[in-house]
């Protein structure tokens, strides 16, 4: 009879355990990621990516922190405006990265219609409640002058409008570099991974302290 009770009692603990870290996790702050193939790991494996490696950085910090990635090759920024706010449901973020334009650049998508969508993409995830960081891309030297000025324009357009933070160059010192590059010069290897995460530090970490002291 001493036996059952013990086995009872043990069972009970570990169910309370387990529901103290889940409690834990379902109440650590989320960081969702909407990005394209840049952010979702493109050509390296998934703990390679620069996504991966900032969940990473966070936990070896000790910060309570869930990160999501929403990020799918090939996304444009109305198809990332599509899928926000189902995202925003689901995760409910308490900071978003916006990672979008570089293939509507490909495709040469007039530069007025990203800046409408990043302006929405950025306003909904506010409306939320949701701390915003913009990381801005580039377009290849073959698209010519004009249209690359144009583009480029729009993500600091884009964060003086709504005034948040922004990442000018995801891949600065990263593109210019092949060793950093994979074969089709588009997409970072697993080498140029940790970088694009050294670019985006300095912009993230002060929201990241900004949501902790909220936390706390």
Not at 204 to 209: D, K, T, Y
């Amino acid at each position: 009879m001493k036996r059952v009770c013990l086995k009872g009692i043990t069972r009970v603990l570990l169910l309370a355990t387990l529901m103290v870290f889940w409690q834990a996790a379902a109440g650590s702050p989320t960081i969702l990621v909407l990005g394209d193939s840049l952010s979702a790991g493109y050509g390296v494996a998934t703990e390679q990516g620069w996504v991966s490696l900032l969940q990473h950085r966070l936990n070896a910090h000790g910060r309570e922190f869930r990160v999501i990635n929403a990020s799918i090759s090939g996304e444009t920024t109305n198809g990332g405006l599509a899928r926000l706010p189902q995202a925003l449901r689901d995760y409910r973020p308490s900071l978003v990265i916006i990672e979008l334009g570089a293939n509507d650049g490909l495709r040469g998508i007039d530069p007025d219609q990203i800046r409408q969508d990043l302006t929405t993409i950025v306003k909904m995830s506010k409306q939320h409640g949701a701390e915003v960081l913009l990381c801005g891309v580039q377009v290849p030297v073959n698209y010519g002058a004009a249209f690359r000025k144009r583009y480029f324009a729009v993500y600091s357009s884009v964060s003086r409008q709504t005034d948040v933070p922004l990442v000018p160059s995801l891949l600065n010192d990263v593109a210019q570099y092949p060793a950093l590059m994979q074969q089709d010069g588009l997409h970072p290897n697993a080498h140029g991974q940790p970088k694009i995460l050294h670019n985006v530090w300095p912009k993230l970490s002060p929201l990241i302290a900004r949501l902790r002291e909220v936390q706390n």
